[in-house]
């Protein structure tokens, strides 16, 4: 891997070009876009911002939810050596307007004009905003202030990819990539600077630990305004991986049937809940479905057990086929089936649910 996240994301796009880097869902169904598509958009954006004479060391905010504009975006302002601050989309206008303030924010990416609403409700009370640009404007008019992602990227056209690559390369280790905001439960919120050295220093951790390859695929559904996901999804896309961004926490389900994911990254209250909805449905089914269910974990249990002494005899692997065939195949299907590494993070797996998921093979 390179010494900073540019580097990483010029060397990931030179050997993955053609392959799919991002997936949305738009109109009822989804869409793909490759890495060469992702290089394109961060160097139309950053030789875009550029060009409006926004200098390295400045501040540019996202607020949007996942998507893919929000990774090229974050890529091209670090191209052009400004540091993104990623804002949540539940914040209200009060919070917004004091972060924003805080961070001495010169841009704001909005994804629609909904948010582009509030943050023009708090304009006045930043003053170093300069420019206000919408991802997907709808019956925008554009003046001085607020322009669309398109204009934006319209400005930076006419720039080679080795110019990209040349300005992109001009980032150092210990530039700051972006400035993360504490939630503010406890105070007023505090931003914490993040070089690129931090970002790399965290992979280095990752890496050892990681089981993927390119090609791997990774579902992104926890807000990009936290680290949790911010460093997830650019580790994945780093090492090659597609990452898929679902509709929302709600159709999180139908979106993992749906893109048949290799890869989860998630809290511990996603598998909480996860669990409490299988036990619902069992709960739910016939006495023989609730017997069913309750000899499979506990089998599922013992194997958890005996392989990590001596092994499981013939009697107890037989068991556990039959436990997989009739109640872990579908408990699986439910999340894909295709998912070959789960990530519990951000705060303590209750060990009771650990081992839970041990036994059904997860």
């Known amino acids: 891997m390179g010494a900073t996240l540019n580097e990483c994301f ?14 949305v869902k738009r109109e009822g169904s989804w869409q793909s876009f490759d890495f060469d598509w992702g290089l394109e958009q961060a160097a139309k954006t950053a030789f875009g911002l550029k060009s ?10 996202i607020l949007s939810e996942n998507r893919p504009e929000w990774a090229t975006t974050d890529f091209g302002a670090m191209a052009a050596g400004l540091a993104g601050v990623p804002l949540y989309t539940t914040l209200i206008g009060e919070q917004i307007a004091y972060i924003l303030k805080d961070a001495e924010t010169k841009v704001v990416f909005v994804s629609s004009m909904d948010h582009l609403s ?3 409700s708090i304009r006045e009370r930043v003053p170093s905003i300069e420019k206000i640009v919408v991802f997907y404007p709808d019956n925008l008019e554009e003046d001085h202030l607020v322009i669309s992602l398109d204009t934006l990227k ?30 503010g439960t406890t105070g007023d919120p505090k931003g914490v600077a993040l070089t690129h050295h931090n970002f790399m220093a965290e992979f280095d951790v990752i890496w050892p630990i990681f089981e993927g390859k390119e090609g791997d695929s990774l579902l992104s559904f926890l807000p990009l305004s936290h680290i949790l996901q911010r460093v997830v999804d650019s580790f994945a896309l780093l090492f090659g991986f597609t990452i898929a961004y679902a509709e929302s926490l709600e159709t999180l389900g139908e979106n993992l049937r749906e893109i048949r994911p290799t890869h989860i990254v998630a809290v511990p209250r996603v598998y909480e809940k996860i669990h409490g909805r299988i036990h619902s449905g ?28 001596r092994g499981p005899g013939l009697a107890l692997s ?7 065939a009739l109640v872990f195949k579908k408990i699986h299907a439910a999340t894909g089936g295709n998912i070959q590494f789960y ?3 951000g705060a303590p797996l209750a060990k009771g649910l650990a081992e839970f998921f041990d036994a059904i093979g997860i």
């Open 10 to 23: 010029i060397e990931i796009v030179e050997r993955r070009g053609r392959h799919t880097a991002f997936m």
């Open 52 to 61: 409006l004479g926004f200098e390295a060391g400045s501040r540019i905010a």
């Open 118 to 120: 509030t943050v023009l």
């Open 154 to 183: 319209a400005m930076g056209e006419g720039r080679s990819r080795e110019d990209f690559i040349e300005l992109s390369r001009k980032a150092k280790p210990e530039d700051m990539a972006t400035i993360v905001y504490t939630s």
């Open 282 to 309: 069992v709960q739910q089914g016939s006495a023989l479905k609730r017997a069913l269910f309750n000899w499979a974990i506990d089998v599922g249990r013992k194997m958890s057990a005996a392989e990590k002494l």
């Open 318 to 324: 037989l068991q556990h086929k039959i436990a997989a």
């Open 343 to 345: 990530v519990s993070t």
